[in-house]
């Protein structure tokens, strides 16, 4: 529930954080975000694996169940979605961590007026608490589930 709670709390953190200094940022971000995961589903041909409808509906369908379901994934960090056929394990863990590496690079990349000075000390303190936090809860969850799931 808290390894939950941290990657939700990081993703919303760094689409708020671009939005603040570009509105685009965010759409951009979330645009690249949901097109790396479709180009996977694509690439591995399990884009149409829940329903077995096909044609322009079909793709239509598809497209709304997979970004719906991904964007909820994303928001909520429902381990249930995450199982091998919905890109779990290794594309799981590394959008997990990609939010605080998209924040310590905005931090790093801005301008010095970007941010005011104090919001740019909270965003540098939240993305240090997250970082440490997801790292500590990651890895217990690993050291804690049953070893024949590692």
């Keep these: 529930m808290n390894l939950a709670a941290v990657q939700a709390l990081s993703k919303s953190m760094l ?7 570009n509105s685009w ?3 951009a971000y979330l645009l ?13 041909n399990d884009f149409t694996y829940h329903m077995p ?4 509906v079909g793709f239509i369908l598809h497209f709304m169940v997979r970004v719906v379901a991904k964007l909820i994934t994303d928001f909520t960090a429902t381990i249930h979605f995450r199982h091998p056929r919905e ?14 590496i998209g924040m310590v690079l ?13 919001t740019r ?8 608490f997250l970082g440490v936090s997801l790292f500590t809860l990651a890895g217990l969850f690993f050291l804690l589930i049953n070893k024949e799931y590692r």
């Design 25 to 27: 940022y965010s759409v």
């Design 15 to 21: 689409i708020v954080a671009l939005g603040s200094v």
């Design 32 to 44: 690249a975000d949901v097109t790396l995961y479709l180009g996977i589903k694509v690439l591995r």
């Design 106 to 118: 905005l931090l790093t990349l801005t301008k010095e007026g970007a941010f005011k000075e104090t």
């Design 53 to 56: 409808i096909y044609g322009v």
């Design 87 to 100: 890109l779990g394990g290794l594309y799981f863990s590394i959008n997990s961590f990609s939010p605080l």
């Design 121 to 128: 000390k909270h965003l540098q303190d939240a993305t240090m």
